[in-house]
């Protein structure tokens, strides 16, 4: 499950989601996670991103994004 919340700047998109595991097979960090990402609207259907997952104090998965959207 998760929540958030988005901040748009022009052609920029900051987002910030709080989410919760309800169970998984493998536990790699707490239950309880943050991901931050960025993106940014390249032209007018094309965005491209960056975001990472953190669990309490330290950021675990780094992940770049390429959105077409119609």
């Known amino acids: 499950m998760q929540l958030g919340v988005e901040f748009l700047l022009e052609r920029t998109i900051f987002g910030v989601q709080l989410g919760v595991y309800f169970y998984r097979e493998y536990v790699e960090g707490d239950d309880i996670y943050q991901r931050y990402y ?20 330290f950021a675990d998965h780094l992940g770049l994004k390429f959105i077409y959207s119609f």
């Not at 390249?42 to 991103?49: D, K, L, P, Q, V």
């Open 38 to 57: 960025l993106v940014y609207n390249i032209f007018e259907h094309i965005y491209a991103g960056i975001n990472f997952k953190a669990y309490g104090h």
